[in-house]
């Protein structure tokens, strides 16, 4: 399985980041708690480890390789796009796989996430696109309803009575993105619950990746 095995090259990078994180608990006012592990870790809790983590973490061979898993992972996914926006929305790993680096506890959209904030530049991109592929899917009603009408395009525009019917409906369409935000989405597994992304979180993001990352492409 594709995503197992990108797991699995991304073990020491991820490792480093949490080592990292650790470290600034322990010098930070959080410092008589216990330490933080994959189960404990929230979900924005490696945003800004990248660059403090040492380039000794990076192979150059498991780069390559890293490189190569998340290229097939990215054609699946946007040939597979339903398929992998509901693997991302689970709670957690399917217990079938084993992974040594025991977080087969988070969901795939956290461990995204966690990869995209290890990883260097180049593969970060990708995990970013990946992550992309999932939370801004079109809405399968709202495509369905866009394919059977005349004059619209094929990704799910609203029709010319300004969406009307779609409102109070249980899958929630943003009118101008046309993107799902129903209940067990990437989207709520990523903000929901007492570790998802806080406002803070998502401030740090902005910061790390589009103000300071080291990639063009990351900061548009």
Same mark, same amino acid.
């Given at each position: 399985? +594709?995503?197992?095995?990108?797991?699995?090259?991304?073990?020491?990078?991820?490792?480093?980041?949490? #080592?990292?994180?650790?470290?600034?608990?322990?010098?930070?006012? +959080?410092?008589?708690? *216990?330490?933080?592990?994959?189960? *404990?870790?929230?979900? $924005?809790?490696?945003?800004? *480890?990248?660059?403090?983590?040492?380039? #000794?973490?990076?192979?150059?061979?498991?780069?390559?390789?890293?490189?190569? %898993?998340?290229? &097939?992972?990215?054609? %699946?996914?946007?040939?597979?796009?339903?398929?992998?926006?509901?693997?991302?929305?689970? #709670?957690?790993?399917?217990?079938?796989?084993?992974?040594?680096?025991?977080?087969?506890?988070?969901?795939?959209?956290?461990?995204?996430?966690?990869?995209?904030?290890?990883?260097?530049? +180049?593969?970060?991109?990708?995990?970013?696109?990946?992550?992309?592929?999932?939370?801004?899917?079109?809405?399968?009603?709202?495509?369905?309803?866009?394919?059977?009408?005349?004059?619209?395009?094929?990704? $799910?525009?609203?029709?010319?009575?300004?969406?009307?019917?779609?409102?109070?409906?249980?899958?929630?369409? #943003?009118?101008?993105? &046309?993107?799902?935000?129903?209940?067990?989405?990437?989207?709520?597994?990523?903000?929901? $619950?007492?570790?998802?992304?806080?406002?803070?979180?998502?401030?740090?993001? %902005?910061?790390?990746? %589009?103000?300071?990352?080291?990639?063009?492409?990351?900061?548009?």
């Amino acid at each position: 399985f +594709q995503f197992m095995k990108l797991l699995l090259h991304c073990e020491e990078p991820l490792r480093a980041a949490l #080592d990292v994180r650790e470290k600034a608990r322990r010098c930070g006012s +959080q410092w008589r708690l *216990t330490d933080l592990t994959w189960a *404990t870790l929230p979900t $924005g809790g490696l945003i800004g *480890t990248q660059e403090l983590i040492s380039e #000794d973490n990076y192979a150059v061979l498991k780069m390559e390789n890293v490189s190569k %898993i998340l290229d &097939d992972l990215i054609n %699946i996914a946007r040939n597979r796009g339903n398929n992998w926006r509901h693997f991302c929305a689970l #709670d957690k790993m399917p217990q079938k796989n084993s992974c040594k680096i025991e977080i087969r506890d988070r969901s795939p959209i956290c461990l995204l996430l966690w990869m995209a904030c290890s990883l260097p530049p +180049q593969n970060q991109i990708k995990v970013l696109k990946l992550m992309e592929i999932a939370l801004c899917l079109p809405c399968e009603k709202e495509s369905a309803k866009s394919s059977s009408s005349v004059g619209e395009d094929s990704i $799910g525009v609203m029709s010319t009575d300004g969406g009307t019917d779609f409102e109070g409906s249980p899958v929630a369409c #943003d009118k101008q993105n &046309d993107f799902c935000s129903d209940k067990g989405s990437p989207q709520e597994v990523l903000l929901g $619950g007492a570790s998802g992304l806080s406002v803070n979180d998502i401030h740090a993001f %902005i910061v790390s990746f %589009i103000l300071n990352g080291e990639d063009v492409e990351v900061r548009s």
